[in-house]
């Protein structure tokens, strides 16, 4: 069960007989279990942002401790950043157990508005191409997800698409690529290659589980079911399934190429982002920090063009001229040294500092505590920060006098000016 859109689980909902897990997240209500995981809500005592945290048991998944190869797939996970997926904040373990801190999407499952009334075919292609932007950006990657479902996709609180468990399937699926839990759950998601254990790709097998969702989405029910299982598979091996009457024929015949049940000739990622149907309004909304090819020694070629080509999708136009209520600069420190160095900076100067979020904190100041600047600190890449400086001008009080004038040239050493050397201001 997950909270409904706009539900706040936050510190206040904890049951008084919280755990703590490492001294660093507080356990809270359990939001859904399966065959292997439970997720919970949880609260990040640093940050003061929810988490989920999703807690494997190890002896019914891995039975001889993490192999390299599992190691090798979380340290993928943990380098996924994009819009449409829930981000893995860190992975702990015990003896007995691995804890995955995940972002928190506080709107809840997709499955449970779909449950209650299809969508549109204009809906349905919103989120469906929100959910091709987030596969397609794994698989560019090497990571396949392997066990899509709409149980597995998620709303923040605009109702944006987060895809869960991506990569996690690492742990599900023995080394030779069997599942491991073939037998758990439902088959209504899984490719005909898998079921005729022929062996198989993954990328094939993700967009034939997308075809699914997609037939979910716009038409309220599975396009393969049967109570009985056997009857069921055999159903998928066929691609067998019957449109419902509402269904365009631009959709049907999407769809055939989705749930084409031959691997070699279903639709590849390229083709769907290319398909008449699914180009609909569609603008592919890449992660400020989708860049990990740049890599330290590659900065100092880099100059102004290469960072707004390489950040399409997060606004960097406050790099390069004056803004008026607020300025950007880039920096290769981590998020914490930054953050560190500003309130450090801001101590000095007396403000009062308040943490809002991770990486973002405001400072309050001003004779009549009437001025008000925000520091937040985004990655854009794995070596590269954008730090954006915004403040609110008072009568009186200067903010833009308090930055530039006091704080910043405090910073030496901290900006970074891609067209020049760095800077000490
Ligand atoms: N249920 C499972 N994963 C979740 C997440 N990351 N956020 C909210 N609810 C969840």
């Known amino acids: 069960m997950s909270p409904a859109l706009g539900d706040y689980v936050g510190e206040e909902r904890l049951t008084p007989v919280e755990k703590t897990l490492f001294g660093k997240y507080k356990l809270g209500k359990l939001l859904g279990y399966g065959a292997f995981a439970k997720v919970y809500h949880g609260w990040d005592m640093e940050s003061k942002q929810s988490v989920a945290i999703k807690a494997i048991n190890k002896h019914k998944t891995v039975t001889r401790g993490l192999t390299g190869h599992i190691k090798r797939e979380i340290a993928a996970m943990r380098r996924l950043r ?11 373990a015990n003896q007995k157990k691995i804890y995955f801190v995940l ?37 560019s990657r090497g990571v396949y997800h392997r066990d899509l479902k709409l149980e597995n996709l998620l709303l923040d609180e605009n109702w944006t698409l987060k895809v869960t468990d991506f990569g996690l399937s690492a742990l599900t699926y023995t ?25 198989y790709d993954g990328a094939k097998v993700d967009i034939w589980s997308c075809g699914i969702i997609l037939f979910v989405l716009n038409a309220g029910y ?36 989705l749930l084409d049940t031959n691997p070699q000739t279903r639709i590849t990622i390229d083709e769907i982002i ?15 920090s989708d860049h990990f090819e740049i890599k330290d020694g590659d900065l100092k070629s880099l100059n102004a063009f290469d960072l707004i080509s390489f950040s399409s999708g997060c606004n960097l136009s406050g790099l390069f001229g004056d803004n008026e209520g607020g300025e950007m600069f880039l920096s290769t420190a981590s998020p914490e040294e930054i953050v560190g160095r500003v309130v450090g900076a801001a101590e000095e100067e007396r403000l009062t500092v308040v943490v809002k979020k991770k990486w973002c904190v405001r400072f309050d100041g001003g004779q009549f505590r009437n ?23 008072c009568e009186g009080e200067s903010s833009t006098e308090m930055w530039k004038g006091r704080l910043r040239p405090r910073l030496s050493g901290l900006i970074y000016r891609p067209d020049g050397p760095v800077a000490g201001e």
Not at 274 to 288: A, E, R, V
């Open 82 to 92: 994009h819009h449409n997926i829930v981000r893995l904040q860190e992975v702990l």
């Open 103 to 139: 972002e928190f999407a506080k709107g809840g499952e997709l499955y449970s508005k779909v449950s209650k009334h299809r969508f549109s075919e204009d809906l349905s292609r919103r989120y469906f191409q929100q959910l091709i932007s987030a596969v397609r950006y794994c698989h």
């Open 175 to 199: 080394q030779d690529n069997r599942l491991f839990h073939t037998m758990c759950g439902t088959p209504a998601y899984v490719a005909p290659e898998i079921l005729a254990k022929k062996g």
């Open 222 to 257: 599975l396009p393969f079911n049967d109570s009985n299982v056997i009857v069921m598979y055999r159903k998928i091996c066929k691609g067998e399934y019957h449109v419902p009457r509402w269904m365009s024929s631009e959709l049907k015949r999407f769809l055939s190429r």
């Open 274 to 288: 290319n398909d008449p149907w699914f180009t609909i309004g569609y603008k592919d909304t890449k992660s400020c």
């Open 371 to 393: 001025f008000t600047l925000t520091v937040e600190v985004k990655r854009l890449t794995v070596d590269i920060m954008v730090v954006e400086v915004r403040w609110r001008e």
